[in-house]
């Protein structure tokens, strides 16, 4: 990993939402999130000024209004999340953060095969 990304959980929301979009103005984001999870414009204004202080968002101005886009891909953080997670309670073992859901039996046919698909693939 290049960059490490520390971002809140309140701040993993925007993002997702940002994510969700190719770009989306303060207007938007403040009503779905007003509605959401009842924050009040301040508070959003707040994270998204975090958000772009962190490096992971950037915005343009469009009038009146800030235009909003990520500057990292959604995947890019879902895989440092996933290693991290898996150095922190697998010791790094991917093998062995599988086999916890296999043993567990939380894990149906369906997803064992499309596991299976992946690998073999890997595998090629």
């Known amino acids: 990993m290049e960059k490490e990304i520390k971002i809140t959980d309140a701040e993993l929301k925007i993002m997702e939402y940002v994510w969700k979009r190719a770009s989306v103005d303060s ?4 009503r779905a999130f007003e509605k959401e999870e009842e924050w009040s414009p301040n508070t959003i204004r707040t994270l998204l000024v975090r958000l772009e ?3 992971v968002v950037d915005h343009s101005k469009s009038g009146r209004v800030y235009v ?3 500057l990292i891909p959604r995947e890019y953080f879902v895989k440092q ?3 991290k997670f898996i150095h922190k309670f697998f010791d790094g073992k991917v093998s ?6 296999v ?8 997803e064992i095969d499309e596991l299976r698909e992946l690998l073999n693939k890997r595998r090629k």
Not at 27 to 30: A, L
Not at 96 to 101: L, P, Q, T
């Open 27 to 30: 207007k938007e984001i403040i």
């Open 53 to 55: 202080q962190k490096g």
């Open 68 to 70: 909003y886009h990520a």
């Open 81 to 83: 999340e996933s290693q």
């Open 96 to 101: 062995d953060f599988v086999s916890n859901f």
């Open 103 to 110: 043993e567990d039996e939380s894990i149906d046919e369906k």
